[in-house]
Nanobody, 122 residues
Framework: QVQLVESGGGLVQAGGSLRLSCAAS????????SGWFRQAPGKEREFVAG????????AYADSVKGRFIISGDNAKNTVYLQMNNLKPDDTAVYYC???????????????WGQGTQVTVSS
């Protein structure tokens, strides 16, 4: 079992930055792929960014590439999402996830955090 707890969401103006953190307990992230999904009102959950801890492979959604950076700290069992140049379209609940392999499909992940709200005002 893995428990995931997100933090760092909030309200920011367009063009601003936020950093999300996700702390894992129960098992170490090094056994998994981990990352972030988001869900905006009325929309399906979508893949944002992920990292495969075994080989360091990283993937981003096209909509965030060049603006968001995913990173992790094995010692702290924590994964981060640095979000820069935020846009109103980035407004969503952001979920930390962990699963056996890096995948863009939400159904591939066994573990989900409770979510943290990110709101970007124009």
């Amino acid at each position: 079992q893995v428990q995931l707890v997100e933090s760092g969401g909030g309200l920011v103006q367009a063009g601003g930055s936020l950093r999300l953190s996700c702390a894992a307990s129960g098992r170490t992230f090094s056994s998994y792929a981990s990352g972030w999904f988001r869900q905006a009102p009325g929309k399906e959950r979508e893949f944002v960014a992920g990292i495969n801890w075994n080989d360091g492979r990283i993937a981003y959604a096209d909509s965030v590439k060049g603006r968001f950076i995913i990173s992790g700290d094995n010692a702290k069992n924590t994964v981060y999402l640095q979000m820069n140049n935020l846009k109103p379209d980035d407004t969503a609940v952001y979920y930390c996830i962990a699963g056996s392999s890096l995948n863009r499909a939400a159904g591939s992940y066994d573990y989900w955090g409770q979510g943290t709200q990110v709101t970007v005002s124009s």
